[in-house]
Structure formats: structure tokens, C-alpha cells
């Protein structure tokens, strides 16, 4: 069983500029998660898709967006890049909110 | 205002003995509850769970508390081991396909 995988590992970028993340959700997971982890921080939502569908959104400006393909995988992406949105990005997938959330390695974006 | 607050930042333990990691939450509309583990430049790793009509749930070293009148969760590690050593967070959720929301994590340090 495959889990869940984020590219890329590492990203460094400047203010201003577009970034997208993408994620492969585990097999069979249905519903996929962003969150945002900065230094000394827990995750934060930022978004879930749901079969393609938004579900649900964090309290992130909307330059934050996503998308959810068939397949279930994802992606998140960051225009007009600030100094703050340095942060460790994590996706997670599940297929049943009373089953665990599994998470990926993240991506670190360091923005310059 | 955080619902999930994880008050220990570090906490370190001798091999051996048991590791005793606490969580307060504010909202009492959460009924599930999971404990994640973070490894340097890894993501979270589901460790153990709760639902909000138990008050307990144990998996070999791992057990969880539930306490729904003080709000209060703890995560007892019996025997702690080196390999233990890693950031817990602890993270909770309402009814439905809703997010997770996150303490801050505790550093826990197992020496040999």
C-alpha cells in the first residue's frame, strides 16, 4: 500500500511569486487535507477537498486554492508569495473522518 | 484563541520509565481525539485514538485518557524508550468530515 507523498521535498522561493504543491493521496482515501506548519507551531487547515469538491476551508486568504483530481491526488497553490508563507507544508488523506488522518513528509517552502 | 493547547513544550524522561504527555482543549463540541508523532523531516505519524465515549483506549506501550469534565487528555508512554523521542501532537475533531485541529506539540526526550 502506497502512502501518502508530496512533491517536492524542498522549495525556495521569492515574495511575489506562484508555487504549486502536489500530493498522491494514499490508495483508496477519498478526502485529502492541506495544512500549514510553521516553526515552533502545530498544523493549521488551510483546506479539504472531498471527491473533487471543496469541504471545508481554514482561515487562509484566498490566494491560498487547491484542486482535487479523480485519481484523489491534490494540489495547493500559493500566488503572490509572502515572506510569511515560509512553512512546512503537509498533506494528509483518509477516506473516513473517524479513520486517522495520514499524513505525508511535507514540503518545506522557504520564501525569500 | 487556541481550542487545543498542549501547556509542555519539552518534557524529558529516563529509558525506562513512563512518559506522561498532556492536552487541554476549549471546545466541548469535539468527540475524537488522536495523538500524532513527528520525527525530524518526517510528517505526523498517527499514534492512537479516542472517541469521545470512551475514556480510555490502549495500544501496547501507548494509552490514551479522555477526561470530557476537565477537558483534558493525556497520552501515557509505558516503558519509554529512546526511539520515543519525538515532537506528540495532539489533535482533535467535531462530528462530521471536519478538520483536524492541533496543539503545538510537545518535544519528548527518552534518555538512556
Known amino acids: 500500500e502506497t502512502g501518502v507523498t508530496q512533491s517536492p521535498t524542498h522549495l525556495i522561493k521569492t515574495r511575489g511569486q506562484q508555487v504549486t504543491l502536489r500530493c498522491s493521496s494514499q490508495?483508496?482515501?477519498?478526502?485529502v487535507s492541506w495544512y500549514q506548519q510553521a516553526l515552533g507551531q502545530g498544523p493549521q487547515f488551510i483546506f479539504q477537498?472531498?471527491?473533487?469538491?471543496?469541504?471545508g476551508r481554514g482561515n487562509f486568504p484566498p490566494r491560498f486554492s487547491g484542486l482535487q483530481f479523480p485519481n484523489y491526488s491534490s494540489e495547493l497553490n500559493v500566488n503572490a508569495l509572502e515572506l510569511d508563507d515560509s512553512a512546512l507544508y503537509l498533506c494528509?488523506?483518509?477516506?473516513?473522518?473517524?479513520?486517522?488522518?495520514?499524513f505525508g513528509d511535507g514540503t518545506r517552502l522557504s520564501i525569500l | 484563541d487556541q481550542q487545543v493547547k498542549q501547556n509542555s513544550p519539552s518534557l524529558s524522561v529516563q529509558e525506562g520509565r513512563i512518559s506522561i504527555l498532556n492536552c487541554d482543549y476549549t471546545?466541548?463540541?469535539?468527540?475524537?481525539f488522536l495523538w500524532y508523532k513527528k520525527y525530524p523531516a518526517e510528517g505526523p505519524t498517527f499514534l492512537i485514538s479516542?472517541?469521545?465515549?470512551?475514556d480510555k483506549n490502549e495500544d501496547g506501550r501507548f494509552t490514551v485518557f479522555l477526561n470530557k469534565s476537565a477537558k483534558h487528555l493525556s497520552l501515557h508512554i509505558v516503558p519509554s524508550q529512546p526511539g520515543d523521542s519525538a515532537v506528540y501532537f495532539c489533535?482533535?475533531?467535531?462530528?462530521?468530515?471536519?478538520?483536524?485541529?492541533f496543539g503545538k506539540g510537545t518535544r519528548l526526550s527518552v534518555i538512556a
Open positions: 494528509a488523506s483518509s477516506w473516513d473522518r473517524r479513520q486517522p488522518q495520514h
Open positions: 490508495s483508496g482515501h477519498n478526502t
Open positions: 477537498y472531498y471527491r473533487e469538491e471543496e469541504n
Open positions: 471546545n466541548s463540541m469535539f468527540d475524537y
Open positions: 479516542i472517541s469521545s465515549i470512551k
Open positions: 489533535a482533535a475533531n467535531v462530528p462530521g468530515n471536519t478538520p483536524l485541529v
